[in-house]
């Protein structure tokens, strides 16, 4: 098989599988079985805190990326009215290109209120942000065309407004942004396993915790922490940071190959926004075909890859058409998504492979 | 006196003859979704009673087991009396009534004519002992909070508690019917109207990767599954359609295409049907919903199939048919959206009003046709529902 699926959830690395199989106490426990665990987890926040250019007592774990976005998000909304005078109206800024995960609970929040929520793409936001700007939201990489978004002279310019970014598709892939003060990520993104994920807090930025329980974590994410989880994602981005450049060129290399089909096919087009984009991540449309149908083509002869953000698929409108791209576009368009397992055979023989399947497709969809 | 389940059948008590044949093959039904040797079902002047050989039923886990049976008007939970005394009756009555009630009506129904009392009698009489026994408490002929039931028949039977049931006749007492399921909102109510109506379904599914994904055939599975409750387990016949429908797709006129496609699938339907012994093909046609679904594109389809063909929702409103499909359970699953076989090869402009005769003559031309169908026929791929995995 090749999997070119990697946005959506990436294989586990051996290092991981190894720490899975394994049993733990409770962290908590008073015994000598429990501090074992607890202090493993020391050890794995220290090691993953290189990484997120932080500092451990910044880190906070969850059950992954949606649970993180939500914390960060709700949580420091919340905490923004408790800490002021409650009559007070927050503006809250967010890209065009947010995970569902960012977009729902600012659109919880946009039904309580005080809270105001707008959604444009980075380049239009000078007409947007205000003196009430209180939160500005940002996907550090576009999980449907792999768009870097770097905000850094507007971060600089509102120092007061809080800057939550989802790094889910960028950890491990490029450097957490400075400006930062919330940045969250997941483990089953970087050869971890489902299920863990967590994101970072500033020092100084209070969280309003939205469970409640146990004193764990320091009371804002009660809940016994995933043992073997944070483990296993720790080892699996020890693994990937020491080799992160290398595998940023391997990538880079596939992403190019796979590239070329915009070239060597007629009316085939790459599908970014921004200049930039994370060779991670390659979203591609072949005018006349339905996307759905070459995942299909492609899923029999064990290519995988997919239409868009997997977490999207029951939703019905496309998110490239909000950003602009024609319907045609959004409809023959398929994301391929790579990792540092992956080669460059790969990339030959799927782009070779795409040639045929969309060749013969586009014999069967002639004058559609 | 035991506790037991009056099972009431509604229309099969109209026929005369053939009652008998349709009374046990309800009850025959009944028994093998209880699957429980110390319950019987047996047959009791006009009604089915449900009881436990050892004493009380167990009636909330029996009834969920066969609420769902066509053919059983109602479940009564009920009291068996051996000895029909009108003392007796009077005891049971006052029994069933809880202390909360405060109006209530004695209904009798006498089939035992030997019975030395009216049916108005026995009501009066049993009235009148829950008055003198109870003082808050008044009768109500018009609009009581309960009525008592008072059934005469082989044994005594006393109930309050009436479960309303899906009526209709008993699975496969009316034929046997193919059903084109594909996985949209229509197919699996009009498989589960027929199958109402007594008729055992064979259900197909007409798969054609890549245009359809693995997914849409697991939806149909999960679609299958939930008529399962209502028909029992039942295989699902997976048609391979992909090189037909390329084969029309690329010989035949676009406009029609939605004509050809269907007429393909009836063809490969009526191949089926013929080996299943089946006596029609069952579709979710509902009259004007699209373009494939008007009078005169269903004459121009109908002609493919030698069987008849049955289209219960013809006459139904499209919100009447998602109410069904959401009482039945089917409609949460049919709106996934997935691609199924008639989503994707659909014509720009379709004809609305086709010339039956030109279709099938059109049809005709295409010899290679016939081959690939049966080939399709040949090929289909039985799934057991509800799935194991």
New interface residues.
Partial sequence: MIYFDNAATTLLCASAKEILQQDFGNPSSPHAYGLKAERAIKKAIKEISTPLLCDPKEIIFTSGGTESNNLGILGAAFSLKSASNKSLKFHILATNQEHPSVIEPLEYLSTLPGYSVTYAAPSEWEAHICEQTAMICMTQISSDTGDIFDIKELAEKFPKAIIFVDGSQGFCKIKPPSYADIYTFSGHKVHGSMGIGGLVVKKGLRLVPIMHGGGQQRQIRPGTENVPGILAMSAAVLEQYDSQHQNYELVKNIKGILSTLANEISDTYINQTTEVTSPYILNISFIGI?G??????L??REIYVSMGMACR??K?ESPLTSMGFSKERAESAIRLSFSCMNTEKEALEAKEVIKECVTQLRK?AK?? | MKKVLLIKYGEIALRKGNRSIFEKKLASTIQNLINDSNIKTTREQGRLLVENINGDIDADAVIEKIRRIFGIAAICISYKLDDAALSNLQKAALMTLTEDKTTFKIETKRSDKRYPMQSQEISAAIGEYILNQRSNITVDVHNPQVIVWIEIRNYAYVYTDIIKCESGLPYGSTGKGLLLLSGGIDSPVAGYLMARRGMEIIPIYFHSPPYTSERAKDKVIDLMECLCRFIGPSPLYVVPFTETQLYIYENMQSEKMTLFLKRAMFHIASIIAEKEKAHCLITGDSIGQVASQTAHSIAAVDSASNFAVLRPLAAMDKQQIINTAKQIGTYEISILPYEDCCTIFVPKHPEHKPNAKAVASLEAKNIALPKLFSKAAEQIEPVQCPSTN
């Fill in positions: 339905k759905e149908t070459l995942v299909n083509m899923s029999q698929t029951a019905k069967t004058g559609r």
